[in-house]
């Protein structure tokens, strides 16, 4: 496993933008997919993103296409979300998740294929 933490979180109105950095440990980073989720409250846990372990391959939930892009830097054991064009229902945790197989291999928007799991951080999104 690897350990995760998240930072970037806050408040910040509708149309804003935010940059969710998640900083892993350990020598491995690039052999990890990289995933954030969400849980807002009194919701499940759903996917927004993931980014293969070369950085070359990227997917999106529906409802944040062209508003938010993954990323990653192999080389500082970080993975990036930048999320533009903020609504109020983007409004919940967001975890980063890690997970040592290929994206090829497995199911990337289910979270109980992930193994490793940052504290998450908060982001809330005012009208």
């Known amino acids: 496993q690897v350990q995760l933490v998240e930072s970037g979180g806050g408040l910040v109105q509708a149309g804003g933008s935010l940059r969710l950095a998640c900083a892993a440990s350990g020598r491995t980073f690039r052999s990890y997919t990289m995933a954030w989720f969400r849980q807002a409250p009194g919701k499940e846990r759903e996917y927004v993103a993931s980014?293969?372990?070369?950085?070359?391959?990227?997917a999106y939930t529906e409802s944040v296409k062209g508003r938010f892009t993954i990323s990653r830097d192999n080389a500082k054991n970080t993975v990036y979300l930048q999320m533009n064009s903020l609504q109020p229902e983007d409004t919940a945790v967001y975890y980063c998740?890690?997970?040592?197989?290929?994206?090829?291999?497995?199911?990337?928007?289910?979270?109980?294929?992930?193994?490793?799991w940052g504290q998450g951080t908060q982001v809330t999104v005012s009208s």
């Open positions: 998740a890690a997970e040592a197989r290929s994206d090829y291999v497995f199911n990337y928007e289910a979270d109980n294929e992930y193994d490793s």
């Open positions: 980014i293969s372990r070369s950085g070359g391959r990227t």
